[in-house]
């Protein structure tokens, strides 16, 4: 593996950050401090029209549908945006996860049916968003557990009668699903059978029985709306059908392993964002009659956030582009990109003092943003657990 970013993926990098620079720094305190309503929904769509312009929103698509965001690509848009707000990450990327169940599954006929609308749709500059709803009120880190268990479940049910699947449950949590104009759906079609008979869906969030039940008010990340629905009697056509039935679980799990590099980008990228508030305020700070960077406590405590934030770009790069994809990789990338997050924002508050506590020093912003992604895309302790479970398959065919 080549441990330098080439040419092409250099001058990517420095688009993204002028583009995060000029396009969503102005916007951070609005997009995080304003409630969900009209004045907030501008500044969302306004950034997203700008995203278009740069290709991100078809940039997550399969490469014959002319996507440009496969591995390593999607670490650095990753990055770069989280770096100024990891909630406009998730508005911009949220629809990668969206489209993914329907990637992993080859399945061309869906695929034509639904991939050239968010071409078409980006180059007009209002882009289609795609969201992903997996979790239900009941259903949590359930739906991670290993194939073949019997305690994940699914409560939302799909009848099948005719032509048409008939969807009824509920979703928590669901990224963009307020903004969105499609959310891959899972559900079961026999309750009885569990987990094997789980199954993805297509569905339009203008379908009839559709609903928003509620966007959540969020600790962080609140440029993206997070959001409980509910599907009454959602009527989609069999062609909405992703791959087979029972499909389900696979596709789940295979859409987050593509996923969860570019998350665990995400965090180097808040890690990064609070570090450099840090390491500048450091050589400004005057205490003990010398700046305080020459304390050598907090030279340990910088030393310290930059090793990890190093270590966690390249485990992203690396789980970005294995192939095939390893689910055991990306999950490692997710757990130690959030988790150095989470440990380089709040030493970034400790390096700032009582200042670093105070909103208006934007450092405890990356504290809030990087706590969810410890929670999102799985939580921190399930990714785990995908680790651990590839260690022991590992071990079972040693002896
Ligand atoms: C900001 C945000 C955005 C999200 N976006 C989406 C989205 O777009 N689509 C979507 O479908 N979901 C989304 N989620 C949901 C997210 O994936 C779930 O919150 C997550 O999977 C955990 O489920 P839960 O909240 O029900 O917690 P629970 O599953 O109830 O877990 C509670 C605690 O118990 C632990 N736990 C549970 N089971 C085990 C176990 N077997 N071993 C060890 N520990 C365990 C968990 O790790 C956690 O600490 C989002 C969540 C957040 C916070």
């Known amino acids: 593996m080549d441990f330098e970013l080439n040419e092409q993926q250099l001058a990517m990098k420095k688009t993204m950050r002028d583009f995060a620079e000029r396009e969503i720094k102005p916007r951070v305190q609005d997009l995080d401090q304003m409630p969900s309503g009209e004045d907030k929904s501008k500044h969302q769509w306004y950034i997203l029209g700008k995203a278009c312009e740069l290709g991100l929103m078809s940039g997550f698509l399969p490469r014959q549908y002319g996507g440009t965001l496969g591995g390593v690509a999607a670490c650095i848009v990753g990055e770069e945006v989280s770096a100024i707000d990891a909630g406009v990450g998730m508005l911009i990327s949220t629809s990668g996860l969206g489209i993914a169940p329907v990637a992993v599954s080859g399945d061309k006929a869906v695929m034509d049916r639904f991939f050239p609308q968010l071409v078409e749709a980006e180059k007009a500059g209002k882009p289609i968003l795609w969201s992903y709803g997996i979790t239900e009120p009941e259903a949590g880190s359930d739906v991670e557990d290993e194939k073949g268990s019997r305690t994940a479940r699914l409560s939302t049910i799909a009848r099948k009668e005719g032509d048409y699947y008939i969807i009824n449950g509920s979703k928590q949590f669901c990224s963009i699903a307020s903004m969105a104009k499609l959310i891959s759906v899972f559900a079961t079609v026999d309750k009885a059978r569990g987990i094997d008979a789980w199954t993805c869906f297509v569905v339009p969030t203008d379908s009839p029985g559709f609903s928003i039940e509620r966007i959540e008010n969020t600790m962080g990340n609140r440029a993206s709306p997070t959001c409980a629905i509910s599907l009454d009697n959602v ?36 890690a990064r964002g609070a570090y450099e508030i840090a390491l500048g305020y450091a050589s400004e700070r005057f205490q003990g009659g010398k700046q305080i960077i020459e304390h ?74 990087a706590k969810g992604a410890q929670i999102m895309e799985g939580t921190n302790q399930m990714n785990r657990i995908v680790v651990a479970e590839a260690i022991m398959k590992e071990i079972s065919y040693q002896y």
């Open 296 to 369: 050598q406590m907090i030279q340990q405590m910088l030393a310290d956030m930059a090793i990890q934030i190093e270590a966690a770009r390249l485990l992203s790069y690396k789980a970005a582009s294995s192939r095939p994809i390893s689910d055991k990789l990306s999950s490692m990338a997710k757990v130690f990109g959030t988790d150095t997050a989470v440990n380089v924002s709040i030493d970034a508050i400790q390096i700032l003092g009582g200042y670093g506590y105070m909103r208006d020093y934007g450092v405890e912003k990356y504290l809030r943003d």
């Open 235 to 270: 009527k989609v056509p069999v062609e909405n059908r992703v791959g087979e039935e029972n499909q389900g679980w696979f596709l789940n799990r295979y859409s987050l392993a593509y996923s969860r590099p570019a998350v665990g980008a995400a965090g180097v990228g808040v």
